[in-house]
């Protein structure tokens, strides 16, 4: 069955710090990649994805994310953490012939000044 | 219109009673989704709407539940005799087209069963 681990429930890092949270899919072809992000009392935004080609990917906020085939990975990235950036990040994988989507259960990001 | 919306957008019940969540998706959405968010859970996929048709209902949680798109707008999820454990945030969304295009999530449904 296809599945998505986030294996960070919390992390915390200082302002200013590098960033990077994990996510590792289970399936059997290479999925569909997303990752959002859900901001206290927003709705959930897109800040990147991945389908195919380079697997280096840009999002908004200054966000990448690098697809590795054969680690099953599609780690977020961010050089300099701002204080805005402290929100609910989750992962997730489109399966086409399945018609299915699905989520991580989410790394909650903390920034501290 | 501007973007997704969902009504209610809180919603308080008994057990057993049965509850209709609505969701306008944006404009010229044909792709149409439910998630249920549930504390520490993460977001559980339901079901996926192209146009009126749902291609696969296997992701709804139990016969409780059903979903129902018309002119191909428009989407309404059921759940019958509800349980406590049907307490969770519902989350719509919609998207152009097929299932890899970027996803506009609407503010969600916030659901109590006492």
């Known amino acids: 069955a296809q599945s998505v681990t986030q294996p960070d429930i919390h992390i915390t890092v200082s302002e200013g710090a590098s960033l990077e949270l994990r996510c590792n899919y289970s399936y059997g072809a290479t999925p569909y990649l997303f990752w959002y992000v859900q901001s206290p009392g927003q709705g959930l935004q897109l800040l990147l994805k991945?389908?195919?080609?380079?697997?280096l990917v840009q999002g908004i906020k200054g966000f990448e994310a690098e697809f590795k085939r054969s680690q099953s990975s599609f780690n977020l990235r961010k050089p300099s953490v701002h204080w805005s950036d402290a929100a609910e990040y989750f992962c997730a994988v489109g399966v086409i012939t399945g018609n299915q989507f699905y989520f991580g259960t989410g790394t909650s990001l903390t920034v501290i000044p | 219109g501007a973007g997704v919306s969902q009504s209610p957008s809180n919603k308080v019940t008994e057990k057993g009673k049965d509850v209709e969540l609505r969701c306008d998706p944006i404009?010229?959405?044909?792709?149409l989704y439910w998630y249920r968010q549930s504390l520490g859970q993460g977001l559980e996929f339901l079901i996926y709407?192209?146009?009126?048709?749902?291609?696969?209902k296997s992701g709804l949680p139990s016969d409780r539940f059903s979903a129902e798109r018309t002119g191909g707008s428009v989407s309404t999820l059921t759940i019958q005799r509800t349980q406590q454990e049907d307490s969770a945030v519902y989350l719509c969304?919609?998207?152009?087209?097929?299932?890899?295009?970027?996803?506009?999530f609407g503010p969600g449904t916030r659901l109590t069963v006492l």
């Open positions: 709407f192209q146009g009126n048709s749902a291609p696969d």
């Open positions: 404009s010229g959405h044909t792709a």
């Open positions: 969304a919609s998207s152009l087209s097929r299932i890899y295009n970027e996803q506009f």
């Open positions: 991945y389908f195919s080609g380079d697997t």
